[in-house]
Nanobody
Framework: QVRLVESGGGLVQPGGSLTLSCTGS????????MNWYRQTPTKARELVAS???????NYGDFVKGRFTISRDNAKNTVYLQMNDLKPEDTAVYYC?????????WGQGIPVNVSS
């Protein structure tokens, strides 16, 4: 019933930009804590960015100054604007909606930063 659907991933050259979208279905994203995580087969899952229900944003040190998380409540969507992408940003990115008693996860969307 509840789905978080990611879109906007793909192949991009180093230094390029990409915007990921996470659209909720069966769940309202407004006023909730939303996160973007990423992981690879050889790297543990890591928190990339978060935005609180009050729209306070936080970022992993490895993306500060390059990534921006935001939301559009009218579209029930959270975005991750990624600029100055680096090969080490290559991963599967997951949208997460966090509650005290449960978490919802997107299926993941690959981002490949390569020449």
């Amino acid at each position: 019933q509840v789905r978080l659907v990611e879109s906007g991933g793909g192949l991009v050259q180093p230094g390029g930009s990409l915007t990921l979208s996470c659209t909720g279905s069966g769940t309202i994203l407004t006023n909730t804590d939303m996160n973007w995580y990423r992981q690879t087969p050889t790297k543990a899952r890591e928190l990339v960015a978060s935005i609180s229900g009050g729209d306070d944003a936080n970022y992993g040190d490895f993306v500060k100054g390059r990534f921006t998380i935001s939301r559009d409540n009218a579209k029930n969507t959270v975005y991750l604007q990624m600029n100055d992408l680096k090969p080490e940003d290559t991963a599967v990115y997951y949208c997460n909606q966090h509650f005290i008693l449960r978490d919802y996860w997107g299926q993941g969307i690959p981002v490949n930063v390569s020449s």
